[in-house]
């Protein structure tokens, strides 16, 4: 491995502040590909130029790079730098960062990542979650907005604000309030979501499911799903098999099943592919959309990220 050129931070700080050239940007990409060691000391500056920029906002705003600014609620301060799609394609499809290495944390806890938001405003303990977040099992609450989350079980879930989730296990979870739209692969058939009314069973499908104060809605975009009442525990639940373009309501007060007219259009859908990655395995997670920032010690889980 060949040691780093001595002109090499002149041409880390030119990429970083915006001054570098057409040709010191295709060297920095040629070094950062054939380089592992160049790689490295570029991560470095880069997290210390960050460090600096996120500690001088608000100093001196003439002086400091302009990052450019997410856009919703679900904001941190930016740190990101961009130095061009040639450096992110010599990076491998985007930036591939290793989180175990940050903290050497392991915890078996986690069974979900969050991977894209819009406009999302978290309620209480949950402020701080971002893209690139993992979940603990335990309530999601979600004033407004939405997100998309990755089950460990392969199953993407796109939610909508307000709504509060509780994620129970991989393959549980229960929607006390809000729209919710699943699609289960096929290593996540047998996915339930209870809610106040009914549980739904995934068979392999896509559907969403609505609910409010006074009833649930359970709407199947492909695919089955199985419909169980809840009921008193000496009784016999009531079970329907609910299919593709159909959709059925639970009254809270009533107790059964309804018919009520398919309309797919309220819901949000998650994709069944990720940046055109069709699949992953291991500990590897494809975000929609890139973290807000990726500076050592955000992130205190073991996942890959893969993104843009």
Sequence with gaps: MKSKSPDMDELFSAACDGRADQAQMERLEHELAQDLE???????????????VDDCIGVDADNIVDFPQRSGKLR??????????????????????????QRGIDDPGYIAIVTNADGALWEGDDASVMVGSALRPGMVELCE?????????????????PARFELINEKHGMLHQGKLSANVPPEGIGFTVDTPSMA?????????????????????FDGEVEAILNSEPSMVPSKELITT???RRVERSEGHFEAVAFNPDRFTKPPD???????V???????????????????QHNYILLFR
């Design 281 to 299: 395995s291991g500990g590897i997670r494809v975000l929609r959309t890139e973290p807000e920032t990726v500076r050592k010690g955000t992130f």
């Design 38 to 52: 160049v790689r490295d000391d570029y991560l470095a500056y880069v997290d210390l130029h960050a460090s600096l």
């Design 200 to 220: 739904v069973v995934d068979l392999g499908t896509e559907f969403g499911l609505n609910v409010n104060q006074s009833a649930s809605e359970v709407h199947v």
């Design 245 to 247: 373009n159909v959709t």
């Design 145 to 161: 907005g939405r997100v998309e989350i990755e089950l460990d079980s392969g199953v993407h879930i796109a939610m909508e604000g």
């Design 76 to 101: 941190t301060r930016q740190v990101l730098v961009a130095t061009g799609a040639g450096i992110a394609a010599a990076l491998v499809f985007g930036l591939v960062f290793w989180i175990s290495t």
């Design 273 to 279: 592919t990720l940046q055109g990655v069709t699949r």
